[in-house]
């Protein structure tokens, strides 16, 4: 498990991050290791597709093990889709991160609202690397 002293740090990283770019306004999401929720938040003037896709980003990391944007790469060179797992929860956005420390998957954290997944991604990053695991 990671504590809610590294969850706070991984939010409190992010936001000031974005903070940097007010009217890029994303949201941001840390979940556990069953993709249940442990931390949120968004800017201002955040529309409602990515607020619910930065918890997508964060569940789809958690539950699968592998950063969302990885998964997505994986199933399109398969000719796959996201939706043949049979999990609405699930995305194929970039923008997911899976939390893992010594092989153990811990959680997931996730971010939306930028206008391309690898920004999204960054933002996810600056989180995980505040965790200090």
């Known amino acids: 498990m990671f504590t809610m002293k590294q969850v706070q740090a991984a939010m409190s ?3 000031e991050k974005a903070m ?3 009217g890029e306004p994303v949201a941001m999401a840390i979940v556990d290791a069953a993709g249940n929720l442990e931390a949120y938040a968004k800017l201002d003037n955040l529309r409602i597709f990515s607020r619910r896709h930065a918890l997508r980003k ?3 990391s958690a ?3 592998t950063d969302s944007g990885a998964n997505s790469a994986r199933l399109h060179s398969q000719g796959r889709s996201i ?3 049979g999990d609405p929860q699930l995305t ?3 923008g997911g991160l899976v939390i893992m420390k010594d092989g ?3 959680g997931g954290i996730g971010v939306g ?3 391309s997944g690898q920004a999204d991604e960054d933002l996810s990053r600056v989180g995980l690397e505040a965790m200090g695991l």
């Open 113 to 115: 609202g930028y206008p």
């Open 58 to 60: 964060a569940y789809t």
């Open 20 to 22: 940097q770019t007010p």
């Open 83 to 85: 939706s043949e797992l």
């Open 92 to 94: 194929h956005g970039q």
């Open 13 to 15: 990283a992010m936001i």
């Open 104 to 106: 153990v998957i811990l």
């Open 63 to 65: 539950v699968l093990g």
